[in-house]
């Protein structure tokens, strides 16, 4: 099994995200690994479901 890559992950969470200490020590690899990549891929959202949203959560 090949060795966990600490100093990438540390360059990650400390410098690219600027996470302080604690979150990086208290991230799971999942995590970690989820906030490095690009958000899952999602369907845009439909007319229909955007006028039931408006419907529900009007601004006035």
Do not use: N, V, Y
Not at 37 to 59: I, V
């Amino acid at each position: 099994m090949p060795a966990f890559p600490w100093d990438a992950a540390l360059s990650l969470g400390l410098h690219r995200l600027r996470w302080p200490p604690a979150a990086f020590w208290a991230a799971t690899p999942r995590e970690l690994a989820r906030a490095a990549g690009p958000a899952p891929a999602r369907d845009p959202l439909r007319r229909t479901d955007l006028a039931r949203l408006l419907a529900a959560f009007p601004d006035g």
